[in-house]
């Protein structure tokens, strides 16, 4: 059997172990600068109209039956949505979503929640309506 190693001289580093090590002190740098700036951004003061800008995602969010997260963006009327029982309802749309235990928003309410608010409500809903305006 034949030695395959390459002789190397004392203290001499193979040039893919010192690239290597280039590509991983830029890719630590880059991923401490977008850190960085992501945190700059996020506690940056609010904008020159003096409200900070929304983050991006669906308006109103809930935890199915399903146990998935379904999330709604500008919605008006009534709307089937089936969750609660101990999972989150998040709405933060500019109006009052009040919910329904039967589907088509009949019966009496279970449950109003404000703009900007975040509970679970019991024991479960069906259905949800939210204004037509606003």
Do not use: W
Not at 106 to 115: F, W
Request: hydrophobic content about 45%.
């Amino acid at each position: 059997m034949r030695d395959t190693r390459i002789p190397l001289r004392t203290g001499a580093a193979p040039a893919l172990l010192l690239a290597a090590a280039a590509v991983a002190a830029a890719t630590a740098t880059a991923t401490a600068a977008a850190t960085a700036a992501a945190t700059a951004a996020a506690t940056a003061a609010p904008a020159a109209g003096g409200t900070a800008p929304a983050a991006a995602g669906p308006d109103f969010q809930y935890v199915g039956q399903d146990d998935r997260v379904h999330g709604l963006t500008a919605p008006k009327g009534c709307v089937a949505a089936e969750g609660g029982g101990s999972r989150a309802v998040t709405n933060h749309t500019r109006g009052t979503a009040t919910f329904y235990r039967e589907p088509g928003c009949a019966g009496a309410p279970v449950e109003r929640l404000g703009p900007g608010t975040v509970t679970q409500v019991r024991p479960y809903f069906a259905s949800v309506r939210f204004p037509v305006t606003g």
